[in-house]
C-alpha cells in the first residue's frame, strides 16, 4: 500500500488527508454526519490496510472544531484501529486540537476508553 486518502470536507464533512509516506493521518473540520460511517468506512478500510506495511511512526491529527455522537463512536473504533500500531511497535502519536472545553472533554473520554495518550493543542478555528 502506498496510497493516499484524500476526502474534501464540506459544513458537515471533515478533511482527510491520510499521507502514506509521511506516516500522517489527519483529519480535520466538522463532522456533524447522521451516519458518520459514510466517511468513516473509508477511513476504516484504508487504516486497515495501512496497519499490515506502516511507516516506523505514525502522527494521528484530530483537529475536529465540532462533531456529533455518531462521529464520537466512529472515532472510538477509529482510535481502537490505530491502537493496533501501537500493539505492533509502531510510534504512534496522537495530536488532538480542541478550541472549547466540550470537545476537550471528549478527547480526555477517548484516552480513557482507548487506551492511548494524546497532546493536546487549543487551537482557534475561527481565524
Not at 493521518?25 to 506495511?53: Q, S, V
Request: aromatic residues 14%; charged residues 30%; hydrophobic residues 40%.
Amino acid at each position: 500500500m502506498n496510497k493516499d486518502l484524500v476526502l474534501v470536507g464540506d459544513k458537515t464533512r471533515p478533511n482527510v488527508h491520510f499521507n502514506y509516506e509521511r506516516g500522517e493521518l489527519t483529519l480535520e473540520g466538522r463532522c456533524i454526519l447522521e451516519y458518520a460511517e459514510i466517511i468513516f468506512n473509508p477511513i476504516m478500510d484504508w487504516l486497515e490496510k495501512y496497519i499490515e506495511n506502516p511507516k516506523e511512526k505514525t502522527s494521528i491529527n484530530i483537529a475536529l472544531e465540532y462533531f456529533n455522537s455518531s462521529t464520537a463512536k466512529a472515532l472510538v473504533r477509529f482510535l481502537f484501529l490505530a491502537k493496533q500500531l501501537v500493539d505492533n511497535n509502531v510510534q504512534l502519536e496522537v495530536n488532538y486540537y480542541y478550541d472549547d472545553e466540550t470537545v476537550r472533554e471528549y478527547g480526555q473520554d477517548f484516552v480513557e476508553v482507548v487506551g492511548i495518550p494524546f497532546n493536546f493543542t487549543e487551537k482557534n478555528f475561527h481565524k
